[in-house]
T-cell receptor, first 112, second 113 residues
Protein backbone atom coordinates (compact mmCIF):
# COMPACT_ATOMS: atom_id res chain seq x y z
CA UNK A 1 0.00 0.00 0.00
CA UNK A 2 0.89 3.66 -0.04
CA UNK A 3 2.42 5.30 3.00
CA UNK A 4 4.52 8.26 4.11
CA UNK A 5 7.02 8.25 6.95
CA UNK A 6 8.48 11.46 8.29
CA UNK A 7 10.78 12.23 11.15
CA UNK A 8 9.22 12.62 14.53
CA UNK A 9 9.23 15.97 16.22
CA UNK A 10 9.29 18.28 17.76
CA UNK A 11 12.28 19.86 16.10
CA UNK A 12 13.64 22.90 17.94
CA UNK A 13 16.05 25.26 16.18
CA UNK A 14 17.48 28.68 16.71
CA UNK A 15 16.74 31.42 14.22
CA UNK A 16 18.94 31.24 11.09
CA UNK A 17 19.73 27.55 11.62
CA UNK A 18 19.56 25.02 8.78
CA UNK A 19 16.45 22.86 8.65
CA UNK A 20 16.01 19.32 7.35
CA UNK A 21 12.86 17.29 7.85
CA UNK A 22 13.19 13.78 6.46
CA UNK A 23 10.41 12.13 4.51
CA UNK A 24 10.32 8.73 2.80
CA UNK A 25 7.44 7.10 1.00
CA UNK A 26 6.14 3.79 -0.24
CA UNK A 27 3.95 3.80 -3.30
CA UNK A 28 2.93 1.71 -6.25
CA UNK A 29 3.16 3.64 -9.48
CA UNK A 30 4.47 7.19 -9.83
CA UNK A 31 3.12 9.45 -7.12
CA UNK A 32 3.17 13.21 -6.84
CA UNK A 33 4.79 14.43 -3.63
CA UNK A 34 3.84 17.39 -1.47
CA UNK A 35 4.81 19.32 1.61
CA UNK A 36 2.01 21.06 3.49
CA UNK A 37 2.35 23.46 6.41
CA UNK A 38 -0.11 24.09 9.23
CA UNK A 39 0.25 27.27 11.28
CA UNK A 40 -1.34 27.35 14.75
CA UNK A 41 -5.12 27.36 14.65
CA UNK A 42 -5.34 26.98 10.88
CA UNK A 43 -5.90 24.35 8.24
CA UNK A 44 -3.14 22.93 6.07
CA UNK A 45 -1.79 24.82 3.08
CA UNK A 46 0.44 23.67 0.28
CA UNK A 47 4.08 24.64 0.75
CA UNK A 48 5.60 22.97 -2.33
CA UNK A 49 5.20 19.98 -4.60
CA UNK A 50 6.99 17.82 -7.18
CA UNK A 51 5.22 15.64 -9.70
CA UNK A 52 8.02 13.51 -11.16
CA UNK A 53 11.41 12.09 -10.30
CA UNK A 54 14.27 14.63 -9.93
CA UNK A 55 11.86 17.58 -9.82
CA UNK A 56 12.63 20.16 -7.16
CA UNK A 57 9.79 22.00 -5.50
CA UNK A 58 10.53 25.33 -3.84
CA UNK A 59 8.66 28.09 -2.05
CA UNK A 60 9.44 30.73 0.63
CA UNK A 61 13.04 29.49 0.88
CA UNK A 62 12.01 25.86 1.40
CA UNK A 63 13.10 23.17 -1.06
CA UNK A 64 12.56 19.45 -1.58
CA UNK A 65 13.77 17.14 -4.35
CA UNK A 66 11.86 14.08 -5.53
CA UNK A 67 14.35 11.21 -5.27
CA UNK A 68 12.90 8.05 -6.75
CA UNK A 69 16.01 5.96 -6.12
CA UNK A 70 15.79 6.56 -2.37
CA UNK A 71 11.99 7.10 -2.28
CA UNK A 72 12.57 10.34 -0.39
CA UNK A 73 11.36 13.95 -0.43
CA UNK A 74 13.27 15.70 2.35
CA UNK A 75 12.35 19.29 3.21
CA UNK A 76 15.19 21.81 3.63
CA UNK A 77 15.59 25.49 4.40
CA UNK A 78 18.89 27.27 4.71
CA UNK A 79 17.93 29.78 7.41
CA UNK A 80 14.76 29.39 9.44
CA UNK A 81 12.81 32.24 11.01
CA UNK A 82 10.56 32.36 14.06
CA UNK A 83 7.62 32.69 11.68
CA UNK A 84 8.42 29.22 10.27
CA UNK A 85 7.24 27.63 13.51
CA UNK A 86 4.46 25.29 12.42
CA UNK A 87 3.63 21.65 11.74
CA UNK A 88 4.93 20.26 8.44
CA UNK A 89 3.29 17.34 6.65
CA UNK A 90 4.80 15.27 3.87
CA UNK A 91 2.22 13.71 1.55
CA UNK A 92 1.76 11.76 -1.64
CA UNK A 93 -0.97 11.32 -4.19
CA UNK A 94 -0.64 8.27 -6.36
CA UNK A 95 -1.23 7.97 -10.06
CA UNK A 96 -4.97 7.79 -10.74
CA UNK A 97 -5.77 8.11 -7.05
CA UNK A 98 -8.32 10.40 -5.44
CA UNK A 99 -6.76 10.50 -2.01
CA UNK A 100 -3.74 12.24 -0.57
CA UNK A 101 -1.79 10.15 1.94
CA UNK A 102 -0.23 12.20 4.75
CA UNK A 103 2.66 11.58 7.08
CA UNK A 104 2.17 12.08 10.81
CA UNK A 105 3.49 15.65 10.76
CA UNK A 106 6.61 17.22 12.27
CA UNK A 107 6.28 20.15 14.63
CA UNK A 108 8.98 22.81 14.24
CA UNK A 109 9.78 25.38 16.92
CA UNK A 110 12.14 28.22 16.01
CA UNK A 111 13.60 30.27 18.88
CA UNK A 112 14.66 33.89 18.52
CA UNK B 1 -8.38 33.19 -4.58
CA UNK B 2 -9.44 29.62 -4.01
CA UNK B 3 -11.43 28.91 -0.95
CA UNK B 4 -12.70 26.07 1.21
CA UNK B 5 -14.99 27.33 3.93
CA UNK B 6 -16.12 25.39 6.98
CA UNK B 7 -19.26 26.62 8.65
CA UNK B 8 -17.88 26.88 12.21
CA UNK B 9 -14.46 27.38 13.79
CA UNK B 10 -15.58 26.15 17.21
CA UNK B 11 -18.51 23.98 18.19
CA UNK B 12 -19.65 22.54 21.51
CA UNK B 13 -22.26 19.78 21.45
CA UNK B 14 -23.77 17.39 23.95
CA UNK B 15 -23.38 13.64 23.94
CA UNK B 16 -26.07 12.03 21.81
CA UNK B 17 -26.78 15.09 19.68
CA UNK B 18 -26.83 14.88 15.90
CA UNK B 19 -24.11 17.20 14.58
CA UNK B 20 -23.69 18.65 11.11
CA UNK B 21 -20.38 20.04 9.87
CA UNK B 22 -20.65 21.90 6.60
CA UNK B 23 -17.98 22.56 4.00
CA UNK B 24 -18.24 24.61 0.83
CA UNK B 25 -15.64 25.07 -1.91
CA UNK B 26 -15.72 27.60 -4.73
CA UNK B 27 -13.19 25.99 -7.05
CA UNK B 28 -15.43 23.53 -8.92
CA UNK B 29 -13.38 20.64 -7.52
CA UNK B 30 -14.60 17.11 -8.10
CA UNK B 31 -13.09 15.60 -4.95
CA UNK B 32 -13.93 16.52 -1.39
CA UNK B 33 -12.64 15.03 1.88
CA UNK B 34 -13.25 15.03 5.60
CA UNK B 35 -10.35 14.39 8.00
CA UNK B 36 -9.99 14.46 11.71
CA UNK B 37 -6.78 15.56 13.35
CA UNK B 38 -5.75 14.44 16.80
CA UNK B 39 -2.45 14.97 18.65
CA UNK B 40 0.01 12.22 17.85
CA UNK B 41 -2.26 10.63 15.23
CA UNK B 42 -1.86 13.04 12.33
CA UNK B 43 -4.66 13.36 9.78
CA UNK B 44 -7.07 10.46 9.44
CA UNK B 45 -9.48 10.26 6.53
CA UNK B 46 -13.12 9.80 7.53
CA UNK B 47 -14.92 9.93 4.16
CA UNK B 48 -14.37 11.30 0.71
CA UNK B 49 -16.43 12.00 -2.38
CA UNK B 50 -15.30 12.11 -6.00
CA UNK B 51 -18.59 13.29 -7.48
CA UNK B 52 -22.03 14.52 -6.52
CA UNK B 53 -23.95 11.89 -4.53
CA UNK B 54 -20.89 9.61 -4.52
CA UNK B 55 -19.10 8.76 -1.28
CA UNK B 56 -16.39 6.39 -0.16
CA UNK B 57 -15.33 5.34 3.32
CA UNK B 58 -11.95 6.41 4.49
CA UNK B 59 -9.92 4.92 7.31
CA UNK B 60 -12.22 5.75 10.24
CA UNK B 61 -15.84 6.05 9.04
CA UNK B 62 -17.51 4.53 12.11
CA UNK B 63 -19.91 6.92 13.80
CA UNK B 64 -19.97 9.29 10.82
CA UNK B 65 -21.90 9.74 7.61
CA UNK B 66 -21.65 12.27 4.78
CA UNK B 67 -23.82 13.96 2.21
CA UNK B 68 -22.94 15.53 -1.11
CA UNK B 69 -26.04 16.78 -2.87
CA UNK B 70 -24.26 19.59 -4.73
CA UNK B 71 -20.76 19.69 -6.15
CA UNK B 72 -19.62 22.56 -3.97
CA UNK B 73 -20.91 21.27 -0.64
CA UNK B 74 -19.84 18.28 1.47
CA UNK B 75 -21.42 17.69 4.86
CA UNK B 76 -20.14 15.51 7.68
CA UNK B 77 -22.77 14.13 10.04
CA UNK B 78 -22.21 12.72 13.49
CA UNK B 79 -25.34 10.67 14.01
CA UNK B 80 -25.04 10.56 17.80
CA UNK B 81 -22.09 12.53 19.08
CA UNK B 82 -19.81 10.91 21.63
CA UNK B 83 -16.95 12.32 23.69
CA UNK B 84 -14.39 10.36 21.66
CA UNK B 85 -15.41 12.42 18.64
CA UNK B 86 -13.99 15.54 20.24
CA UNK B 87 -11.40 16.59 17.69
CA UNK B 88 -10.31 19.03 15.00
CA UNK B 89 -12.18 18.35 11.75
CA UNK B 90 -10.65 19.43 8.45
CA UNK B 91 -12.40 19.60 5.11
CA UNK B 92 -10.43 19.56 1.86
CA UNK B 93 -11.07 19.56 -1.87
CA UNK B 94 -9.03 18.78 -4.97
CA UNK B 95 -9.27 18.37 -8.70
CA UNK B 96 -9.18 14.87 -10.14
CA UNK B 97 -6.30 15.85 -12.42
CA UNK B 98 -3.00 14.10 -11.81
CA UNK B 99 -0.56 15.80 -9.49
CA UNK B 100 -2.91 18.43 -8.11
CA UNK B 101 -2.90 19.43 -4.49
CA UNK B 102 -5.61 19.50 -1.87
CA UNK B 103 -7.00 22.77 -0.52
CA UNK B 104 -8.05 22.86 3.11
CA UNK B 105 -10.57 24.75 5.15
CA UNK B 106 -9.60 26.43 8.40
CA UNK B 107 -10.88 23.56 10.53
CA UNK B 108 -13.67 23.07 13.03
CA UNK B 109 -12.73 22.31 16.60
CA UNK B 110 -15.57 20.19 17.95
CA UNK B 111 -15.97 19.50 21.65
CA UNK B 112 -18.53 16.92 22.76
CA UNK B 113 -19.48 17.19 26.42
Amino acid sequence: GNSVTQMEGPVTLSEEAFLTINCTYTATGYPSLFWYVQYPGEGLQLLLKATKADDKGSNKGFEATYRKETTSFHLEKGSVQVSDSAVYFCALRNTGGFKTIFGAGTRLFVKA
Amino acid sequence: DVKVTQSSRYLVKRTGEKVFLECVQDMDHENMFWYRQDPGLGLRLIYFSYDVKMKEKGDIPEGYSVSREKKERFSLILESASTNQTSMYLCASSLQAQGTEAFFGQGTRLTVV
